[in-house]
Nanobody, 128 residues
Framework: QVQLEESGGGLVQGGGSLRLSCVVS????????MAWFRQAPGKEREFVAA????????SYTESVKGRFTISRDNAENTVYLQMDSLKPEDTAVYYC?????????????????????WGQGTQVTVSS
């Protein structure tokens, strides 16, 4: 129904920047909210940032506030994650996620169970 394809990952030195992209295809009108999660080796998948498709409300985990920016381009059906001032602890596989059943409760944007569509992930490695 909805397909997500991430790109933009890679290897960068600490302090550097990367921009991740997530192209949404399929039933794009169904996507009411989008998010980025990440998973480091040996750790659980964690929330990074989210954005509502129509209004553009955003949510960030505390550790990336002021460094990462999530945005969307409705015409291109694409969500971006601009990552600046990267740190080695940002190293992880980054996953794009989408939902068409966002309830409007802001706190649910950071919850894994909110999202029913997931991309395959893109590796981000930050060297010290």
């Amino acid at each position: 129904q909805v397909q997500l394809e991430e790109s933009g990952g890679g290897l960068v030195q600490g302090g550097g920047s990367l921009r991740l992209s997530c192209v949404v295809s399929g039933r794009t009108y169904s996507s009411s909210a989008m998010a980025w999660f990440r998973q480091a080796p040996g750790k659980e998948r964690e929330f990074v940032a989210a954005i509502t498709w129509s209004i553009g409300d955003t949510s960030y985990t505390e550790s990336v506030k002021g460094r990462f920016t999530i945005s969307r381009d409705n015409a291109e059906n694409t969500v971006y994650l601009q990552m600046d001032s990267l740190k080695p602890e940002d190293t992880a596989v980054y996953y794009c996620a989408a939902t068409h059943r966002y309830s409007g409760s802001y706190w649910t944007l950071s919850q894994l169970y909110t999202y029913e569509y997931w991309g395959q992930g893109t590796q981000v490695t930050v060297s010290s």
